[in-house]
């Protein structure tokens, strides 16, 4: 894996933090902050997740959709490309990237019974399949995501911790409520979600760690960026961020641009 990754075109579009933190100017114009910017990434991220809940899809195809999603606003505005429009359409992207197609209408169907009461998430099929061409535009046709789950796995067998699988795989999940796809290799995300879940249940791979010969700097920071992120944004697991935080961003933004 790690071979394909280093000559892979995911690997050439890593991003420093500066550049995925940028706010375009068009939503800069409209008042939109770097931490508002943040907000609607992790909304629109968790909004991803709750329609691919319905459609049932596999965690793959939402990492690749959610990659899709926060890799457009690093080139488009959010004002010039709408991100309940975007989400979706990213959702039904990575469905066929991934070999695992969701039909478009099946989408429109759940988006409007899971926001019935929100007029500016209602999108026909068209909107979708228009969006599409948008996107693969917008990401240059580069579609193939590495994502940490295929690493995890290895590095969890090699350190001979098996058993926090399930409890390291939940911290690579969350990682896609950030940007660390963007800017990071998968195997040093999932390294970090190693290291977090060694840490909060005591199992003591020191030396494992030091036989890698990977940079523990590199791999504390994620851990600590990660770490950073439980502690600011209490996310209901079931209902995302509150309604009261994330509503007035979205009204700024502009509805079905």
């Avoid at 050439?12 to 770097?34: F, H």
């Avoid at 066929?96 to 019935?116: D, G, N, P, W």
């Avoid at 590495?146 to 999940?173: E, K, M, S």
Wanted: aromatic share 10%; proline share 5%.
């Amino acid at each position: 894996m790690a071979a394909n990754f280093w000559t892979s075109s995911h690997c050439k579009q890593l991003l420093d933090q500066e550049d995925v933190d940028k706010v375009p100017q068009a939503d800069s114009d409209r008042g939109i902050t770097p931490e508002e910017f943040r907000l609607v990434k992790i909304h629109m991220s968790f909004h991803i997740w709750r329609l691919a809940q319905q459609v049932k899809v596999r965690q793959r195809v939402i990492a690749t959709a959610v990659t899709y999603f926060r890799r457009v606003y690093t080139r488009k505005s959010m004002t010039e490309y709408d991100p309940r429009l975007v989400a979706p359409t990213c959702l039904y992207l990575a469905s066929k990237v991934e070999e695992s197609t969701v039909q478009a209408r099946l989408l429109v169907f759940y988006i409007k019974k899971m926001c019935a009461s929100d007029e500016k998430y209602r999108f026909e099929i068209k909107d979708i399949l228009e969006m599409e061409m948008k996107l693969l535009e917008a990401l240059d046709y580069y579609l193939v995501v590495y994502h940490p789950y295929r690493p995890l796995l290895q590095l969890l067998q090699d350190a001979g911790i098996t058993d926090l699988t399930q409890f390291a795989w939940g911290i690579v999940n969350d990682t896609y409520k950030m940007d660390l796809i963007l800017i990071h290799p998968p195997y040093m995300i999932a390294l970090a979600c190693i290291y977090i879940a060694s840490v909060l249940k005591d199992k003591d791979i020191t030396l494992w760690f030091e036989e890698l010969r990977v940079d523990m700097n590199i791999v504390k920071n994620i851990s600590m960026e990660i770490l950073d992120f439980y502690d600011t944004y209490k996310i209901d697991p079931q209902r995302g961020l509150p309604e009261d935080k994330i509503a007035p961003v979205m009204n700024k933004l502009p509805s079905k641009a």
